[in-house]
């Protein structure tokens, strides 16, 4: 393409440039200039003081971090976590959008998709209060479990470490699941109907079209969304584990996000706490790109 039909097909899409601009600024001002402060982690950083002017360590923190082992603690948690959530949560917005899909009743699929979607506005201080509630030694699930005499007393299920990772997963899917069908039910939207009238005059019936036309016809929206699935296990966050958690559970609910915010942030080592984040992006990183180059190898699909 030589430089005239460039920028006629620039100054076509000039209202487009425009409105993304403001996006580019900020994913420069909020994304790129703070990995400046990468140099943290190879300093001795004190505050006060211009940070060309910092004593120099080298990998020092790097090195106390690897020999932590309350990193690897946190390590062990955020990757159970991460796991849990993209096999239990992954699969379910998929399904959720798929039937979703199928509803004729307009009213009532709208009435449907809204009261999903609400969990999402939701704070998670106010989730974990309702949690806390729910779980609590009076709480529905106990009663309920009483009445149908499946136990006899009641369960301390917020102070028992085994039923932590999976109070963390169940309460994330049941917040989240209504918004992350958002995406799947626009790419459904853009499915040419003449296959789903061509389907039905060969006597598809509704499953079979959902499985040989619908599902396919998202499948790359799928695959992409995967990869940055993929690429973010080990970004789980810190609010919900840190809402959620008691003292009886710490040892459970530490992920890296509360080990930079309490050993980093919080004792005031920042070069620290800046060594533990990057490396955290450093293996976002590293499995966003395996991931890409796996799902290529084996499915055609890819984010670039």
């Not at 940070?51 to 690897?66: D, S």
């Not at 699929?109 to 729910?134: C, D, G, M």
């Not at 989240?176 to 040419?192: M, P, R």
């Amino acid at each position: 393409m030589n430089s005239s039909k460039l920028y006629k097909k620039l100054w076509r899409q000039r209202y487009l440039i425009l409105m993304i601009f403001p996006f580019i600024i900020w994913l420069i001002v909020f994304r790129y200039v703070p990995l400046w402060g990468w140099i943290m982690a190879f300093q001795d950083y004190k505050p006060g003081k211009p940070i060309w002017n910092q004593e120099w360590v080298g990998f020092k923190w790097f090195v106390e971090m690897f020999q932590d082992p309350d990193f690897y603690k946190a390590m062990r948690n955020t990757l159970i976590m991460s796991f849990m959530g993209l096999v239990f949560g992954f699969p379910l917005p998929i399904i959720l959008a798929l039937l979703l899909n199928e509803i004729k009743n307009i009213s009532f699929k709208r009435t449907v998709q809204t009261i999903s979607y609400l969990p999402h506005f939701v704070s998670w201080v106010v989730v974990a209060s309702l949690v806390n509630e729910i779980l609590s030694p009076s709480g529905v699930i106990n009663q309920i479990l009483q009445k149908i005499h499946l136990i006899n007393y009641p369960i301390m299920f917020m102070a028992e470490p085994r039923y932590f990772w999976w109070i963390v997963t169940f309460s994330d899917i049941w917040k989240e699941l209504g918004w992350n069908t958002i995406i799947y039910l626009a790419a459904i939207t853009s499915i040419n109907p003449e296959l789903y009238e061509a389907a039905t005059v060969d006597g598809a019936g509704r499953f079979r079209k959902m499985i040989s036309i619908t599902l396919p016809g998202i499948m790359p929206t799928v695959i992409v969304l995967l990869i940055l699935s993929i690429g973010n296990i080990i970004n789980i966050g810190f609010e919900k584990q840190f809402l959620l958690r008691t003292a009886a559970t710490r040892d459970v609910a530490d992920v890296i996000d509360l080990y930079i915010l309490t050993y980093g942030i919080g004792t005031g080592r920042y070069s620290f706490g800046t060594a533990a984040g990057v490396f955290k992006s450093v293996v976002s990183l590293v499995l966003l790109v395996f991931a890409n180059w796996f799902s290529k190898k084996t499915t055609g699909y890819r984010m670039v």
